[in-house]
């Protein structure tokens, strides 16, 4: 990534994105898969956003894009690392937000559901069209939102933490 940055010194809008899922279960998952999803979705989108600010900076703050999922918002069962992983991303995302505004950087995450990325080639369903929300993100970051919520399962995960967790967790007692 430090090779990266040192190359790419006018670079004034990084994106975060990257696609991984050790489907593993938090209780009885293997620990080096569920790190593997924390790598891939926390550190490592830390570690970019690190070594490219200084360069954000320098260009007059720029933007950062952290691309991120409906999951960081809910858990479902055999994917809770990539859960947990996900929310470390939103998570991310507020905290460093918070700490670039004063060099001027535009922090926002982006939000979506299933969608034709080959991220999700075991699903057996409809997925969302992955130019779409492309469109959809770059339009959101270009109006200087901080969030963009890129479809309706996105935007269903968002509303559903104002409610009570029994009506998105039927099974939980």
Same mark, same amino acid.
């Given at each position: 990534?430090? /090779?990266?940055?040192?190359?790419?010194?006018?670079?004034?809008?990084? $994106?975060?994105?990257?696609?991984?899922?050790?489907? %593993? #279960?938090?209780?009885?998952?293997?620990?080096? %898969?569920?790190?593997?999803?924390? #790598?891939?979705?926390?550190?490592?989108?830390?570690?970019?956003?690190?070594?490219?600010?200084?360069?954000?900076?320098? =260009?007059?703050?720029?933007? $950062?894009?952290?691309?991120?999922?409906?999951?960081? /918002?809910?858990? %479902?069962?055999?994917?809770?690392?990539? =859960?947990?992983?996900?929310?470390?991303? *939103?998570?991310?995302?507020?905290?460093?937000?918070?700490?670039?505004?004063?060099?001027?950087?535009?922090?926002?995450?982006?939000?979506?559901?299933?969608?034709?990325?080959? =991220?999700?080639? *075991?699903?057996?369903?409809?997925?969302?069209?992955?130019?779409?929300?492309?469109?959809?993100?770059? #339009?959101?970051?270009?109006?200087? /939102?901080?969030?963009? $919520?890129?479809?309706?399962?996105? /935007?269903?995960?968002?509303?559903?933490? %104002?409610? #009570?967790?029994?009506?998105?967790?039927?099974?939980?007692?």
């Amino acid at each position: 990534m430090a /090779r990266a940055a040192a190359v790419a010194t006018d670079v004034t809008v990084l $994106i975060n994105n990257a696609g991984s899922t050790a489907m %593993a #279960d938090l209780v009885t998952g293997d620990k080096a %898969a569920i790190a593997q999803d924390l #790598d891939v979705y926390f550190w490592g989108p830390l570690e970019m956003i690190r070594v490219f600010a200084p360069i954000l900076k320098a =260009h007059g703050g720029g933007a $950062i894009l952290n691309v991120n999922s409906a999951m960081s /918002r809910v858990a %479902a069962d055999r994917a809770n690392a990539y =859960h947990v992983a996900k929310a470390a991303e *939103w998570a991310l995302t507020s905290g460093v937000r918070l700490e670039l505004a004063g060099q001027g950087t535009l922090v926002a995450g982006a939000y979506l559901g299933m969608t034709d990325t080959g =991220h999700q080639e *075991w699903r057996d369903g409809p997925l969302g069209d992955a130019a779409t929300a492309v469109r959809t993100m770059l #339009d959101g970051l270009e109006a200087g /939102r901080l969030e963009i $919520i890129v479809d309706d399962l996105a /935007r269903g995960a968002k509303a559903a933490l %104002a409610g #009570d967790p029994r009506d998105l967790y039927p099974a939980a007692v």
